[in-house]
Every structure is written in structure tokens, then in C-alpha cells.
């Protein structure tokens, strides 16, 4: 970590390089749920299922920010940040020419590679480069991040769907992770030393059959329900009002 209270301008274009592409790729996260009636009708496909939109990014997210503390000592900076965005790229061309769900689906699981490693890698930038008396305000900011992105997401989809179709989502980020993979290739340098360390899939493996298993049962009470209620009116005598309850699980 650098001695200096400045952080350098390499420093800030890589900081804001990173930071820029773990906000896109959360944007993007939260952006299709104003879709699901569209896609319900033109894919043809139930709401269960088309939720998997969103909840497959999120898990693909989750599993490979698992990852994070081994791809941070196996990989340097520059190959996780141009992988990343080279995910976020093609799963945007794959997405915004997807033919039908599945397609769109796959694509959605490849663009979600971008924020599982570009949000460890945002902090790990910072903690590197920026000094400590400055630490606070930086990582204030990349929390930040964290917490506009995904509110900004429906904003953003909304605003594209009435421009357009749903595929602007994927056509309008599409350049500017291009422009981010660019801006941000030279300056991101390497500070911590890389090692070649073990990976232990069969554990990664348990978590990640775990991780589906729950998102598959919380979908499955979702459609299912725990306690489905149906309520109905019968006219008695004196006008009085019997309801029944009828619970089925």
C-alpha cells in the first residue's frame, strides 16, 4: 500500500474503472424484473420460470464471490478485470439476440460472471491502492455502489423497455463495458503477490448443491404455497355471516 495520502491518477482511472464495472453489473442484476410480463407473453413461459431471470444471476453471483479469496491469490488484477468484463460483453450479445428463454437464460448465468468477480475485485483495488488515511471515504463509496445499483435497476429497465424493447437493456451497456474494459486494462496494476494454491472443488461443489437446492425450494413454496387460504360466504339464518377456512399445504 502506498505511503502517500494522494492517490495517484492510474490509481483513481483503475478505482473508478472497477467501481464502474461492479456497478453495471449489478444494474443489469435487477434491470429485467420489469420485464416478466413481457417475456411471460412473448417466450411463453410461466412466472416461476421466468424469474429465474433474476434468481440465476444472483446465484451464479453468489457462488463465485465463494471464490473470491482464491481467485484474489491466483489470479493477478488485470486478468480478473478483463475476464469480467469480457463475461459481461459476450453475455450481453448473447442476451440481447436470444431467441428464447433458455438462450436468454444462459446468457443472464455468463453476464453474472462479471459482478461475482467484479465486486470483491472493486475492494481488493482499494485496499491495495489507497492509503490508509483515505481507506474510509473510498470503501464509504464503493458501499454505496453496492446499495444504488440494485435500486437503480427496474428504474433502468423501465426506461428502456418505453424507449424501446427489452434488449436495449443489453444494447445501451453494451458499449460501455467496452469503453470500461478499455479505460481500466492499463491502469489496474498488481500490488499482492500471486501463488499458485489449492482449490477445494468438492467443498465449493457441497455449496454450490447447496445454494440451488435452497433457491429451488424457496421457488417451489413460492409456487406451491405453505398455507393456500380460501374463504368463503354462506347467508345463514338471522343474517348472519358463517365463513370456513380451508387450509391446504
Known sequence: MSDSTKVTRQELVAIFAVALMAFVGILVETSMNVTFPTLMKTMHVSLDLVQWITTGYLLTVALLMLTSAFLHQRFKNRQLFAVGASLFI????????APNFWVLLFGRVVQAGCAGLAIPLMFNVILETVPRARLGFYMGLAGLILMIAPASGP????????????????WSTLPVEAIILLLGYGAIRQVSEVKRIHFDWSQFG??????????????????????????SRRPGPRNCSHFRLFTAI
Do not use: E, Y
Request: proline content about 0%.
Open 90 to 97: 459476450l453475455g450481453d450479445l448473447i442476451c440481447a439476440l
Open 155 to 170: 428504474t433502468f429497465g423501465g426506461v428502456m423497455v418505453a424507449l424501446g424493447s427489452w434488449r436495449w437493456i443489453f
Open 206 to 231: 457441497l455449496l454450490g448443491v447447496a445454494f440451488i437446492s435452497c433457491t429451488l425450494g424457496v421457488n417451489s413454496m413460492s409456487t406451491a404455497g405453505w398455507a393456500q387460504l380460501a374463504v
